[in-house]
């Protein structure tokens, strides 16, 4: 069942033939390109990419999932949900590249603890926005016959159509609007981020961060955002949260406006009134000029400083979403073992008063 929680939401952030950021001015860096392919022609980015293997858990799922609440880390923002006795995928990108072409392009440095011949029949896939790393035409294609139902911001359904997915599988949602599929209540939320696949289609569909409601567990999956006022709304109006799952990685100064630095990562998470943070967004693509290891160390340094619970699994690791302080108790330091010796120390967050 669809529903809506404010049929005037849409047209707070709809202007001409184009979706916008609630926001009156986002700088989303597109007004900086020369000072930004200058970096990346001149900058040198130590250890953008793993030196050792990065650790990885193969997975071995049954087709019919237990009914006990379970996470898996895919890779970057893929994340398998076992809710109600169904899975459930976010962001399905399991090509190699995040990509148009995958001859070039930010390459995967770490293998997949699942492939996509192996993933079971899935209740549903649930889509942040349309950029690349966040939704990959040949994994929607491949999931296609094993998917019950697509729920997507406004817009994407166009690119699934398109792509061969049947519409009458596909819910699209404006923001603060909701369904319930198998037991599970999806509510798309705002986010302060951009869309677009190519150079003419610009903010022609909507991003979203969503909240996921298996009662009693609660969890928020950020998507990509930079950090704004609106995670305060979304906590206030349907906080708190058990975990939340937020972009932590592919930052930069130069486009803080659209991706989180780890520290507003952490704010975030506060703002959401959030208990348990798992950090996304990390350690599968170099996608900015950060070592890879970066957004890990500086958002758990925040988090020590505010006493945030912190998970990090290893990608296939299972969390036991009605278990967390189980799961807080689980080796969450791999990518601590992976650091260089001369690995620079973390920035340090002054503890709140």
Do not use: C
């Not at 912190?310 to 108790?329: C, H, N, R, V, W």
């Amino acid at each position: 069942m669809l529903t809506s929680h404010g049929t005037q939401a849409h047209r707070t952030h709809v202007k001409g033939s184009g979706f916008r950021n609630e926001a009156e001015r986002v700088d989303s860096g597109a007004g900086k390109l020369l000072q930004i392919l200058w970096r990346y022609l001149t900058t040198r980015v130590v250890d953008k990419t793993p030196g050792k293997q990065i650790p990885v858990r193969r997975l071995r799922l049954p087709r019919q999932p237990s009914t006990e609440p379970a996470l898996y880390k895919i890779s970057h923002s893929t994340l398998l949900l076992q809710l109600r006795g169904h899975y459930w995928l976010t962001d399905p990108v399991f090509a190699e590249r995040a990509s148009p072409s995958q001859w070039v392009g930010p390459k995967r440095f770490h293998s997949l603890p699942l492939e996509l011949a192996d993933i079971p029949p899935l209740a549903g896939i649930i889509l942040s926005h349309d950029h690349y790393d966040h939704l990959d035409k040949h994994s929607i294609q491949a999931l296609d016959a094993r998917t019950g139902v697509f729920i997507v911001p406004l817009g994407v359904d166009r690119h699934l159509r398109a792509w061969g997915v049947a519409a009458d599988k596909i819910i699209a949602l404006d923001w603060w609007q909701d369904t319930t599929q198998q037991g599970v209540k999806f509510t798309a939320t705002p986010a302060q981020h951009f869309s677009g696949r190519g150079l003419r289609d610009g903010n022609q569909t909507l991003w979203a961060s969503w909240v996921i409601e298996a009662a009693p567990l609660k969890l928020f999956f950020s998507g990509d955002s930079g950090y704004f006022d609106g995670f305060k709304r979304i906590g206030d109006r349907l906080g708190p949260f058990d975990l939340t799952l937020i972009e932590t990685g592919a930052y930069d100064e130069l486009w803080a406006d659209i991706h989180m630095l780890p520290e507003q990562s952490l704010r975030a998470h506060l703002d959401l009134r959030g208990r348990y943070l798992m950090p996304i967004h990390n350690s599968s693509f170099a996608l900015a000029l950060h070592s890879w290891y970066e957004p890990l160390q500086r958002l758990q340094a925040a988090a020590n400083a505010y006493d945030v619970p912190l998970l990090t699994p290893e990608f296939g690791q299972a969390i036991a979403l009605d278990k967390l302080e189980q799961s807080q108790a689980l080796d969450h330091g791999w990518w601590q073992r992976q650091l260089p010796a001369f690995a620079p120390e973390p920035v340090s967050i002054p503890a709140r008063a």
